[in-house]
């Protein structure tokens, strides 16, 4: 059974503060991505990577950066917390080739 | 500008009726997937179609892709309250197989007793 963890459920953390939100998958998944979902706004992508070292920029991606250093393991990083980056952060991982997509459960970020 | 529009945004249906969600995208992909979110969860992969005519079936849902028409449609046969959620389709972005999708903007579903 294909498992996409992240670090966190829910994470409250001040403006201006660094934050990190970690993604692993067990799958040796080589396409990781991280989207936010706000109401209203649908899922947006911020930034996906194909493989280890490797990261492209999606349609979002203002205020994060991300790392991939290990093949099951993408972090979002948040440079310095705004309130406008309050949100639903979800992790997902797949295979390179069609198929399906897995979703990690989701973190809640709030800035205060 | 890349669009997947789902249509209707909010559903309240009996339970044992029918209904069809539609998927229409301007994507030029021919990969069309369906997941499903219940409240303050993750979305759950529900169907993944991989070319033009491609159905899938599970339980009560149906899926179908017509690329031509670039719709898709999320068919509910005599609806549960267990179906009741938030359902989305999503279009790869471009040609096959990025996994960079473009989401539609979720369709909930209620169903009453």
């Known amino acids: 059974d294909v498992k996409v963890t992240q670090s966190s459920r829910y994470l409250v953390k001040r403006t201006g503060e660094k934050v990190f939100l970690e993604c692993v998958q067990d799958?040796?998944?080589?396409?990781m991505f991280w989207y936010r979902q706000d109401p209203g706004l649908g899922l947006r992508l911020i930034y996906f990577?194909?493989?280890?070292?490797?990261?492209e920029k999606g349609d979002i991606p203002e205020g994060y950066s991300v790392s991939r250093e290990k093949k099951e393991r993408f972090s979002l990083i948040l440079e310095s917390a705004s309130t406008n980056q309050t949100s639903m952060y979800l992790c997902?991982?797949?295979?390179?080739?069609?198929?399906?997509?897995?979703f990690g459960p989701g973190t809640r970020l709030l800035v205060l | 500008e890349l669009k997947v529009e789902q249509n209707p945004l909010f559903l309240s249906m009996q339970e044992g009726k029918n209904y069809t969600i539609y998927c229409n995208y301007s994507?030029?992909?021919?990969?069309l997937y369906w997941y499903r979110q219940d409240p303050g969860k993750s979305l759950e992969s529900l169907f993944v179609?991989?070319?033009?005519?491609a159905v899938k079936q599970e339980g009560r849902l149906m899926a179908s892709l017509d690329t031509k028409a670039r719709l898709s449609t999320l068919h509910i046969t005599a609806a549960v309250h267990d179906l009741s959620a938030t359902y989305f389709c999503?279009?790869?972005?471009?040609?096959?197989?990025?996994?960079?999708?473009?989401f539609g903007q979720g369709t909930t579903l209620q169903v009453k007793p």
């Open positions: 799958m040796d998944h080589e396409n």
């Open positions: 179609l991989l070319s033009n005519g």
């Open positions: 997902v991982s797949s295979f390179q080739g069609a198929g399906t997509q897995y």
């Open positions: 994507t030029t992909s021919d990969r």
């Open positions: 990577s194909y493989d280890v070292k490797m990261k």
């Open positions: 999503a279009s790869d972005t471009r040609g096959s197989n990025t996994g960079k999708l473009i």
